[in-house]
């Protein structure tokens, strides 16, 4: 019992970490994103502008550039070949507008050139929209009746795996589409080098989202291990 208390102690001080940090890199996300908003592009461009740019340079003919509400709502959309810019990326004039547009565009190149992560993403997509709608149910009815049916404990688990898998996999896809970017940006001349190591500064942010979402999911995955481990 004391073993028991220990552990789940244990995981509480490591998921509140996580969380802290998770909160951290959210508050900085956003800090980097107003500041870089309010520096304009010296070039002039809106993030479409960038978009089309990147995309017509390395060849892409049939992804479409399109604006999508709401804040930091920017993405690529595989299915229908798509690059969802919110509306202060797409009609924005600034540091940030161009990074972000370029960012994207690098998940386009990817889908291009077949990278091999964001296609072993794209193929994880149909598992995690069944997972994510069971999975929690089945967790919490594993907990429950561990001692009866252990095994529905396991199926969450591996369920959760899945996800994590997923995170994890998402890691190099993203920040290869933050490499792609910045090169792009500074082999074309349109960032001068301060407007470069601006883009860096806010697409790192941006990663460091992506890998306390891995860490946090990784955490999770091992404290239902232990759950299961501890009670067959």
């Not at 370029?102 to 997972?131: D, T, W």
């Not at 500074?186 to 979402?213: C, H, R």
């Not at 239902?224 to 481990?229: A, P, R």
Request: with cysteine; aromatic share 10%.
């Amino acid at each position: 019992m004391m073993a028991m208390m220990g552990g789940n102690f244990s995981y509480l001080i490591l998921m509140f970490a996580i969380m802290g940090a998770g909160w951290l890199v959210q508050w900085n996300l956003q800090r980097k994103f107003d500041k870089y908003s309010q520096i304009p592009l010296k070039n002039g461009m809106t993030g479409k502008e960038v978009a089309a740019k990147m995309l017509l340079e390395n060849g892409i003919h049939d992804v479409e550039i399109l604006s999508v509400q709401g804040r930091l709502t920017d993405h690529y959309n595989p299915m229908d070949k798509t690059v969802n810019l919110s509306p202060e990326v797409y009609s924005g004039r600034s540091i940030m507008a161009a990074a972000v547009a370029a960012h994207e565009c690098g998940h386009a190149v990817q889908h291009a050139r077949s990278y091999a992560f964001l296609g072993m993403r794209s193929k994880l997509v149909p598992i995690i929209n069944i997972s994510s709608k069971y999975m929690q149910w089945i967790l919490m009815g594993g907990i429950l009746l561990i001692g009866v049916f252990p095994y529905l404990l396991l199926a969450g688990i591996v369920m959760f795996a899945m996800t994590t898998l997923f995170s994890f996999v998402t890691l190099p896809v993203e920040f290869d589409a933050t490499n792609r970017a910045k090169a792009w940006l500074n082999d074309t001349n349109l960032t001068s080098s301060q407007e470069q190591a601006g883009v860096a500064d806010a697409l790192g942010s941006a990663a460091m989202t992506y890998v306390v979402a891995a860490l946090s999911s990784l955490a999770t995955l091992m404290y239902y291990v232990s759950i299961f481990l501890r009670r067959r």
